[in-house]
């Protein structure tokens, strides 16, 4: 088959949404249908359940979700085209809460542009290790407080910042929003001098308008002010997979 015959060929990503109760099962599966050594194929469990990276044919996206079915885990095939990139967002700096929608101020302080809120999809949230703390703390390992009563507020330690992905559709726009670096002046009155707590105020107002928003389970686990390790990340890239992930669930909970 020639080449250019070979790229219209539709191609699809599996979604891995369960995995089988032994991983010995999923590391088979993974070995014999994407040609992986049993390393590799470790390797890639450990990001499951999410998005397999690999685009494949449909018949082979349709084995693997028989196969992945018949140890009893579940997974589905979504056309490779449809999967939103994430990898590009939009840094945000300057927003605001207002009653017309979530307004996006550009550098000279002027409102670029009114997303209506029925049209904020997902609000994906984690905490991450600072630029700050990868230099003071290189090579040690950060240690999760100890399990103790919950309390109605819980702060980051200094060493971590949040981070947050806002997805908005018509048109599909990926905002990135850095707790430190944003502008909270709309807040007036209310602004404090602590960037964690000006966050989650911001949060707190996208929120009480944007009813219908998605919030993945650690932006939930945020907003709830649950545990630190229910919504803490190891690096940028696995808060990505995580908003990928739950965007795409998001999106067929949609469509049934």
Not at 170 to 199: C, G, W
């Amino acid at each position: 088959m020639s080449d250019s015959n070979q790229n219209l060929i539709p191609l699809y990503r599996v979604l891995i949404l369960s995995v089988p109760e032994d991983p010995a099962d999923l590391t088979t599966i993974l070995t014999e249908e994407l040609d992986l050594n049993k390393v590799d194929a470790r390797i890639l469990q450990h990001n499951l359940p999410g998005l397999i990276p690999n685009a494949v044919p449909q018949e082979l996206a349709e084995k693997l979700c028989q196969r992945l079915h018949d140890v009893e885990g579940y997974a589905i095939r979504i056309a490779a085209d449809e999967i939103p990139n994430l990898s590009k967002p939009i840094h945000l700096h300057h927003a605001a809460c207002a009653d017309e929608g979530f307004e996006i101020f550009d550098l000279q302080g002027n409102i670029e542009t009114t997303i209506p809120y029925g049209d904020l999809e997902l609000l994906s949230i984690g905490a991450l290790p600072t630029e700050k703390s990868h230099r003071e703390v290189e090579n040690q390992t950060l240690v999760h407080p100890s399990a103790g009563p919950r309390t109605t507020k819980v702060d980051l330690p200094s060493m971590m910042g949040a981070e947050a992905y806002l997805i908005a559709e018509n048109p599909f726009r990926v905002y990135l929003i850095n707790q430190n670096e944003m502008n909270y002046a709309y807040l007036e009155d209310r602004k404090t001098t602590s960037a964690t707590a000006n966050f989650r105020l911001f949060v707190d107002d996208i929120l009480a308008q944007a009813r219908d928003l998605y919030l993945t389970p650690a932006a939930r686990a945020f907003t709830n002010h649950g545990l630190l390790n229910h919504y803490q990340f190891d690096s940028p890239e696995s808060l990505r997979r995580h908003t990928l992930f739950h965007l795409l669930i998001c999106r067929q909970m949609h469509q049934q």
